[in-house]
């Protein structure tokens, strides 16, 4: 295998055309796999010096962020503070700080896992992704983007350069929760993540994307569709609960079994409209 750093888009554009040639960001997914035996890159490319990739930029429109960002620079960033909570919720979930250190957006985005919590994040805030080659660039929708268990959209040669971030509503509130087998450093068995604007005691705005229960993060849009514009009351949690059931395609792995994944989401569903809404009647979770 040959190693090759590069330090600019031009000379890494450049490097991916060549014959199994595979990126490597922070390696937090990629070394595990080459250890694993998993993975054979010809050559690897490190873009980890690459700072065109590293920026975030904070515009009125929304929030740019470099795909080589560290997650412990993006949650440090004052914008993701402060505009995008369910992001900084998320990332702050996602391993440790070692992690962090090292591991970035673009390399979760690329690693395409069922459980990545930073795209659950990302789908959430309709997050759109730029891919680019030595001869342009395009953009998806994240949603679009990840297609599956490690597929992607990436075509030969491309990389991800950047993700952006729509404004978000200023009325929103997040909610996140990952269920795992342990408390910290875990990879989730469930994880809903959401946001939630109310008026009047009505619902006006909903997202909600469920991760681990389905090929990609799944954005819930049954579940949207029945709660907006009705106010979060016992019979609201109930059916809302039991539509995210019904949406979400589980699978049984050493972690857990489809159906306890499914009873997690709908029970996650219903917290997430309870706190999100600040509705205390009720009691437990249905
Ligand atoms: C101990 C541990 C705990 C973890 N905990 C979590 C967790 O709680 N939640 C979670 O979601 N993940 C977790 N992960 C997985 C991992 O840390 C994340 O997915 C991380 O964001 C990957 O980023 P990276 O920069 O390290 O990617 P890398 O490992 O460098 O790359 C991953 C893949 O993406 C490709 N790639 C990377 N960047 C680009 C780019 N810009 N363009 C095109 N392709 C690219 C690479 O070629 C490779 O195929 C954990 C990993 C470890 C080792």
Do not use: C
């Amino acid at each position: 295998m040959d190693y090759l750093r590069v330090t600019s888009e031009v000379e890494l554009a450049a490097a991916l055309r060549e014959d199994g040639a595979v990126f490597l960001a922070g390696g937090t997914d990629l070394l595990v796999k080459m250890r694993a035996g998993a993975l054979r890159p010809r050559l690897l490319v490190d873009a980890a010096r690459v700072d065109s990739l590293r920026q975030l930029s904070d515009r009125p429109d929304g929030l740019w962020i470099g795909s080589g960002a560290r997650l412990e620079d993006v949650l440090a960033s004052d914008a993701v503070r402060r505009d995008y909570p369910l992001l900084a919720a998320v990332l702050h979930s996602l391993g440790s700080v070692q992690i962090r250190n090292r591991a970035t957006l673009g390399g979760n985005l690329a690693n395409a896992s069922p459980a990545a919590d930073g795209v659950l994040a990302l789908i959430a805030y309709d997050g759109k992704v730029a891919l680019a080659t030595q001869t342009g660039e395009r953009t998806l929708d994240v949603s679009e983007f990840v297609r599956g268990p490690r597929r992607t959209a990436l075509a030969a040669g491309e990389y991800i350069r950047s993700i952006w971030l729509p404004a978000p509503r200023s009325d929103w509130v997040p909610f996140f929760h990952k269920v795992g087998r342990r408390q910290a450093l875990t990879i989730a068995i469930a994880s809903v993540g959401g946001l939630l604007a109310e008026r009047d005691g009505v619902i006006v705005d909903v997202r909600v994307v469920a991760g681990s229960v389905a090929p990609a993060p799944l954005r819930l849009h049954p579940v949207e569709d029945l709660v907006v514009g009705r106010p979060v009351d016992r019979t609201l949690l109930a059916t809302a609960s039991e539509a995210a059931r019904k949406a979400v395609a589980p699978i049984d792995d050493v972690r857990a079994s489809a159906p306890y994944r499914r009873d997690v989401i709908g029970d996650l569903v219903a917290r997430f409209l309870r706190q999100a809404s600040g509705h205390t009647a009720g009691g437990a979770s249905p």
